[in-house]
């Protein structure tokens, strides 16, 4: 939050740049009486924040003033109307402009235009209306140009646009907002999961700015680590130009007093069938918990619950002491430690409860849902404009889940599912199956049925790969094809066989830089083979300590969502964890990042 409004502070400036400037340059004022007095005040009370009462000044200079001047006062008042939030006003006031009208006032106008559909939300028309001025050196035309870019998640571009201004800039505190602005765009473009990587062929200077941009955004949100990024940027970038009061006085942010308890009780299944899965979340919490550096670190007890059951487990860990408990795994085991949960100690389950089970005080749950991610999807295809679809998921318990929840979010926020169909989980041949969904002959030159603009698909890797196949060889390949994470191993043989397929996944699997993959580099280091399901798993265990100290904030509501290795994690009205996350397409077998759909879906 504020780093938008940091964001909106710096458009702000622009404005008031723009109109300024322009003011100053057009008229050539002399003296201090009649519409230079009016001037004069609205530039005072502009550079005070009093946008309204500026406005209001540039109005009384314009009505009285000559006609040389009295269009610059008019687009000078439109500019503080913007920058003050009444947009209406800043549209009347661009309606007085008057012939003749010189180049520089239409290069203005037309600046403002695509502020104000920047301001009204119509990225698409600021974006057309942008293109409409001519290219030149301009600091408040490059500004805008940035927002614009900034908007449509181009970051890259938007940098480069602001290094290119910054050397337009004489005066140290317009360079100093002007870098603030680069930072606070980054930060706010990779929120809404915009891909800031330096392209191919980028220079030192753009790849610091998308580095830092990224190191300032997370530690402000509170990752882990940002004190030593930041040391190891100053020392790749040692002449980069980034002043350093952008990072002055930047630490890891504290568990507020009362946020972390005195004793910790981690219930994980250790022996057993599940001892691989346990193990893996057991190592993340391990992993953070060491991260953490905090010298008030609380005290850490492990339990088996697969030696004894969860129940016990817990109640052995309140006799011993521990006043907050992570665990147990399994969605029966959590459903069976909630009839204990009295509110004696504060519970972070690691799965959810099942629908229709009331929900103790102090207990939050936790987990990686398919279910999730399969409203996501939903959310994500109406979002791209694609209203009708079929669906295609296993007989399985898991498969149901998937596809219930799907088609509840696409259809109550809209969506049609034309047709679903499902297969037995020793399926290997999909072509007929195919072929009735589609209502295709799978035959050169045939085409799926018309009624569906995507397909939908549950799958584990390997039938996901068989599928994918298998409606490339039926001509069906070009149909968009939708699934959740569940279908994507990094490691596994044959991805390029999923080419084509769109899924959302956690940013350990999908960041290829900043705090995940430090965190991957860690673990794969530490644990060999520590990847594909299990790595996600190791993920979950490192942000399940995180959420520790964030409850309290994340619970209040309105709260920046904590940057997890799972996710963009916030808590809802019932005391679960959601994620936000970020969007791929396979190709050539390695997921690319998305950007985030320009319309969004919120959930129904």
């Known amino acids: 939050m504020q780093a938008k409004v940091r964001l909106a502070r710096n458009l702000l400036a622009a404005c008031l740049l723009a109109a300024v400037t322009a003011a100053c340059q057009m008229s050539g004022l002399q003296t201090a009486s009649g519409p230079e007095a009016a001037a004069e005040r609205a530039q005072r009370q502009a550079r005070q924040g009093d946008h309204a009462a500026a406005a209001r000044n540039y109005e009384t200079a314009a009505r009285s003033a000559a006609e040389p001047d009295r269009n610059t006062y008019w687009l000078a008042a439109a500019a503080q109307w913007i920058a003050g939030g009444d947009l209406d006003a800043a549209e009347t006031a661009i309606a007085m402009l008057a012939p003749p009208i010189s180049a520089a006032e239409t290069r203005e106008r037309l600046r403002l235009d695509v502020e104000l559909a920047l301001a009204r939300g119509d990225s698409k028309r600021a974006a057309a209306l942008l293109r409409d001025i001519p290219e030149g050196d301009d600091a408040a035309v490059l500004a805008t140009r940035a927002r614009v870019q900034f908007g449509s998640l181009q970051v890259p571009a938007a940098v480069t646009t602001l290094m290119s201004r910054d050397r337009l800039l004489n005066n140290a505190a317009d360079r100093q907002e002007n870098q603030r602005f680069i930072v606070d765009g980054i930060g706010t473009a990779l929120a809404r999961g915009a891909d800031g990587r330096p392209p191919a062929g980028a220079d030192a200077e753009l790849t610091g700015w998308l580095e830092l941009g990224r190191i300032l955004s997370d530690a402000q949100a509170g990752a882990l680590g940002a004190p030593r990024r930041l040391q190891s940027w100053r020392e790749r970038f040692p002449a980069h130009p980034a002043s350093p009061s952008l990072w002055q006085g930047l630490v890891e942010r504290p568990a507020a007093a009362g946020d972390l308890p005195r004793q910790i009780a981690l219930l994980l299944p250790l022996s057993g069938r599940a001892e691989s899965a346990g193990a893996a979340v057991r190592d993340g919490f391990l992993a953070a918990y060491y991260d953490d550096g905090s010298a008030a670190r609380p005290r850490l007890r ?29 969605r029966e085991e959590v459903a069976s430690l909630a009839t204990l949960a009295d509110g004696r100690a504060t519970t972070l389950a690691l799965n959810f409860l099942p629908d229709g089970v009331a929900v103790p005080d102090r207990f939050y749950q936790y987990a990686l849902s398919p279910e999730d991610e399969a409203r996501l999807a939903a959310r994500r295809i109406l979002a791209e404009g694609r209203t009708s679809g079929v669906t295609l998921a296993p007989q399985s318990d898991w498969g149901r889940r998937v596809q219930a929840a799907f088609a509840d979010e696409f259809t109550a926020a809209g969506g049609q599912l034309v047709d679903h169909a499902d297969y037995l989980p020793a399926t290997v041949d999909f072509n007929d199956l195919l072929r009735r969904l589609l209502k295709t002959t799978g035959q050169k030159g045939s085409a799926p049925r018309a009624d569906a603009q995507f397909i939908f ?32 191993d990094a490691t596994g043989q044959g991805n390029v066989d999923l080419d084509g397929v769109m899924f959302p996944d956690m940013p350990w699997v999908l960041d290829p830089y900043g705090p995940p993959a430090a965190a991957r580099e860690t673990a794969e280091r530490t644990w060999p083979g520590r990847s594909g399901q299990l790595g996600r798993l190791h993920a979950f265990g490192y942000d399940a300590f995180r959420m520790i100290g964030e409850l309290r904030r994340l619970k209040s509501g309105g709260s920046t969502p904590l940057p997890g290795l799972t996710g963009r994690l916030a808590i809802d009205g019932q005391g679960r964890v959601r994620r936000e996350l970020d969007w791929a397409q396979v190709v050539n077998g390695r997921p690319n990042l998305l950007p985030p759909p320009m319309s969004a879906v919120p959930p129904s």
Do not use: E, K
């Open 302 to 330: 492990i339990y088996d619950v697969a030696a004894h059951d969860a129940p016990s487990s817990y109640l052995q860990a309140l006799a011993d002491g521990s006043d907050f408990v992570v665990g147990p795994l399994t």
């Open 457 to 488: 698909v549950a799958a584990q890797p390997v039938h996901g790969r068989l599928i994918r196949t298998q409606l490339r060889f039926n001509y069906a390949s070009a149909l968009p094809m939708y699934a959740t994470s569940d279908i994507f």
